[in-house]
């Protein structure tokens, strides 16, 4: 009978592939920006030959529509990509840095060398462009690395397995599947980066693991994004964006909106245009949200039960269904909900909802709403709808977060020239483009002496040192 491997075995396998991995670092450290992008471009053509793959796993995993694979998955990778390949070699190059006047006769510059072994854990939700857009930045910047996908979105995970087989030998890039003591026996070993995204929870646990080896991380995390709503906004466009940016994924997206802020004066025109946004989306033609072909599930019953019970806390505590509210625990479906009556002590004010649960709160004055958005953790993002430009400045000024996106939703996460990243509580570092491959680089400083001496300072100190070092200070 075939046996199951124990953890020492899990263990060893892990650290055989870090101990290759370790030995081949250096040589990847020198490799061409040429030879960096050909490895690049095979996953490009990889991912070209087998996207009805990659769709169909997912499919597999949570009923995910190919469109929203092709949109919230492919683009952004191919984005990633596309600019990566195009601006590599300037990236590598050393960047000459101002010389001040009291070190005059040296040059200085600033070099972007390899950290070497990293880590990347990826989540479930978007399983595929959260595990490899990660990968392009860290080969970019020259580094070996070691994937570990979520064991949650296992027809995914498989086909990243066989992905990366097919393309990089062991000692480059390699995979380990399987549950949270796979991700334990991984952050036991001393990297030189981790990429974590997922929860703050689990965000927490991969900090303090790589503060054990002092270890740098980047953590993509999440939070309670809010957007608010004030009474210039274009209610209808606001509308639409807010339902897609909520029910895409079936709501399982870190930047998802989490909760809304309407200036009462507009509530009940706005809430009528999400309704119908929301039934155009996902019931067109009068069919339940359930038939719809376009409405992803919740990942799996653990996940749905802890949505179902944020609901469930809400409406025991005075909230109310506006629209939406069905449930099926058979096939993981929740329906875009929306609830009034909300208050702070429900549950889902206090935990991100991660699902297609939208509470909806009112506001008389901006610093109202401010008040409730900067009382909790910073968030991933804050989306502002408004066409007030004194308005939108005003809250930008005094708020905080990883993101905000003014009269749209989620589009932050496909612009490769914008940051994208947390603060505090919501994340660590940033990705896209340029800071992607910053994250997975020490920046390194070069000082070169051309000509001169600094031998005048040196002691002993007599007083014509002395004096010539207070001139140094007071006026060079």
């Given at each position: 009978m075939p046996t199951h491997p124990t953890a020492a075995d899990l263990q060893y396998d892990i650290q055989l592939a870090f101990d290759a991995q370790r030995r081949h670092a250096r040589q990847m450290a020198l490799t061409t920006a040429d030879q960096r992008i050909e490895r690049i471009r095979r996953i490009q053509q990889w991912v070209n030959a087998h996207e009805a793959e990659i769709q169909q796993a997912m499919f597999d995993d949570f009923r995910k529509p190919s469109a929203e694979v092709s949109l919230g998955e492919l683009m952004a990778l191919h984005a990633?990509?596309?600019?990566?390949?195009?601006?590599?070699?300037?990236?590598?190059?050393?960047?000459?840095?101002?010389?001040?006047?009291?070190?005059?006769?040296?040059?200085?510059?600033?070099?972007?060398?390899?950290?070497?072994?990293?880590?990347?854990?990826?989540?479930?939700?978007?399983?595929?462009v959260l595990c490899i857009r990660p990968l392009v930045s860290a080969i970019a910047a020259g580094n070996v690395a070691i994937l570990k996908p979520s064991e949650m979105t296992p027809h995914t995970a498989r086909l990243i397995k066989r992905m990366i087989s097919d393309l990089f030998p062991a000692e480059e890039v390699t995979v380990f599947e399987g549950d949270a003591g796979v991700s334990k026996a991984l952050l036991e070993l001393p990297f030189n980066h981790i990429f974590f995204t997922g929860s703050p929870a689990v965000g927490r646990v991969v900090m303090a693991a790589a503060a054990?080896?002092?270890?740098?991380?980047?953590?993509?995390?999440?939070?309670?994004?809010?957007?608010?709503?004030?009474?210039?906004?274009?209610?209808?466009?606001?509308?639409?964006?807010?339902?897609?940016?909520?029910?895409?994924?079936?709501?399982?997206?870190?930047?998802?909106?989490?909760?809304?802020?309407?200036?009462?004066?507009?509530?009940?025109p706005f809430i009528r245009a999400l309704k119908e946004s929301l039934t155009a989306m996902y019931s067109p033609d009068g069919q339940p949200v359930e038939a719809s072909r376009s409405y992803a599930r919740i990942v799996n019953k653990h996940h749905f039960d802890r949505i179902q019970g944020l609901l469930s806390d809400a409406l025991d505590k005075g909230a109310t269904v506006t629209h939406g509210g069905s449930v099926n625990p058979d096939t993981n479906f929740i329906e875009p909900t929306l609830l009034e009556g909300i208050s702070d002590d429900m549950r889902l004010m206090q935990e991100e909802i991660f699902g297609p649960i939208l509470p909806v709160l009112t506001y008389d004055n901006v610093d109202d709403a401010l008040a409730v958005v900067n009382e909790r953790d910073k968030p991933l993002a804050l989306y502002i709808h408004s066409r007030n430009r004194k308005s939108i400045q005003y809250?930008?000024?005094?708020?905080?977060?990883?993101?905000?996106?003014?009269?749209?939703?989620?589009?932050?996460?496909?612009?490769?020239?914008?940051?994208?990243?947390?603060?505090?509580?919501?994340?660590?570092?940033?990705?896209?483009?340029?800071?992607?491959?910053?994250?997975?680089?020490?920046?390194?400083?070069?000082?070169?002496?051309?000509?001169?001496?600094?031998?005048?300072?040196?002691?002993?100190?007599?007083?014509?040192?002395?004096?010539?070092?207070?001139?140094?200070?007071k006026y060079i």
């Amino acid at each position: 009978m075939p046996t199951h491997p124990t953890a020492a075995d899990l263990q060893y396998d892990i650290q055989l592939a870090f101990d290759a991995q370790r030995r081949h670092a250096r040589q990847m450290a020198l490799t061409t920006a040429d030879q960096r992008i050909e490895r690049i471009r095979r996953i490009q053509q990889w991912v070209n030959a087998h996207e009805a793959e990659i769709q169909q796993a997912m499919f597999d995993d949570f009923r995910k529509p190919s469109a929203e694979v092709s949109l919230g998955e492919l683009m952004a990778l191919h984005a990633e990509i596309k600019h990566t390949i195009r601006h590599l070699k300037s990236w590598m190059k050393p960047q000459s840095l101002p010389t001040p006047t009291a070190l005059i006769g040296t040059r200085s510059q600033l070099i972007h060398e390899p950290k070497g072994n990293v880590l990347i854990i990826a989540p479930w939700n978007y399983p595929f462009v959260l595990c490899i857009r990660p990968l392009v930045s860290a080969i970019a910047a020259g580094n070996v690395a070691i994937l570990k996908p979520s064991e949650m979105t296992p027809h995914t995970a498989r086909l990243i397995k066989r992905m990366i087989s097919d393309l990089f030998p062991a000692e480059e890039v390699t995979v380990f599947e399987g549950d949270a003591g796979v991700s334990k026996a991984l952050l036991e070993l001393p990297f030189n980066h981790i990429f974590f995204t997922g929860s703050p929870a689990v965000g927490r646990v991969v900090m303090a693991a790589a503060a054990k080896h002092l270890t740098s991380v980047t953590l993509e995390l999440g939070g309670k994004s809010p957007a608010i709503i004030d009474e210039t906004a274009d209610l209808k466009q606001a509308a639409g964006q807010l339902a897609w940016g909520k029910c895409i994924n079936n709501g399982q997206t870190c930047i998802a909106p989490d909760y809304l802020l309407v200036q009462q004066s507009v509530k009940e025109p706005f809430i009528r245009a999400l309704k119908e946004s929301l039934t155009a989306m996902y019931s067109p033609d009068g069919q339940p949200v359930e038939a719809s072909r376009s409405y992803a599930r919740i990942v799996n019953k653990h996940h749905f039960d802890r949505i179902q019970g944020l609901l469930s806390d809400a409406l025991d505590k005075g909230a109310t269904v506006t629209h939406g509210g069905s449930v099926n625990p058979d096939t993981n479906f929740i329906e875009p909900t929306l609830l009034e009556g909300i208050s702070d002590d429900m549950r889902l004010m206090q935990e991100e909802i991660f699902g297609p649960i939208l509470p909806v709160l009112t506001y008389d004055n901006v610093d109202d709403a401010l008040a409730v958005v900067n009382e909790r953790d910073k968030p991933l993002a804050l989306y502002i709808h408004s066409r007030n430009r004194k308005s939108i400045q005003y809250i930008l000024d005094r708020s905080s977060a990883g993101d905000t996106v003014v009269n749209d939703t989620l589009l932050q996460f496909g612009n490769v020239e914008l940051p994208f990243g947390g603060v505090n509580n919501s994340g660590l570092g940033k990705s896209n483009g340029f800071f992607s491959f910053q994250e997975f680089s020490n920046q390194r400083g070069v000082m070169q002496r051309e000509f001169g001496t600094m031998k005048f300072i040196y002691p002993p100190y007599t007083e014509k040192v002395k004096k010539m070092i207070n001139f140094i200070v007071k006026y060079i």
